[in-house]
């Protein structure tokens, strides 16, 4: 795979999980995650089982997720590191919540699929 390849590739993938994330649906969101994939954010570490179950419940919501820079993204074999600039709008327990964050996502190919298997959200101040 070349390194343009990847790049496509991989922007791609980071727009089609930003649009399964939209869609609230847990089977779609978790084809873009490894088995191990956690979150880390102001708030901690967050795992697959428990973000997936937010979302299986109704108690976290997506409406949007966009990315508004471009991906700063390096490969180096089978992982990847993915940063950008995010926007979303969400809900959890009714509640809205719109972010601007600079998103970082480790990912891994496997069997020729990229999942990612680390985020790390914190939130931009200009």
Do not use: K, Q
Request: aromatic letters at 8%; glycine letters at 4%; a negative charge.
């Amino acid at each position: 795979m070349t390194a343009d390849s990847a790049h496509t590739e991989l922007t791609a993938t980071a727009r089609d999980w930003a649009r399964a994330i939209v869609s609230n649906d847990p089977a779609r969101i978790a084809h873009f995650m490894a088995e191990d994939w956690v979150i880390v954010s102001d708030s901690g570490i967050g795992t697959r089982a428990d973000f997936l179950a937010h979302i299986a419940a109704g108690r976290l919501t997506h409406s949007a997720m966009d990315m508004v820079s471009e991906p700063r993204i390096r490969v180096y074999g089978d992982a990847a590191v993915i940063t950008v600039r995010a926007t979303n709008t969400a809900h959890f327990e009714d509640e809205r919540f719109d972010a601007d964050e600079w998103t970082t996502d480790v990912f891994h190919r496997r069997d020729g699929e990229w999942r990612c298997v680390l985020s790390h959200i914190t939130t931009a101040t200009r």
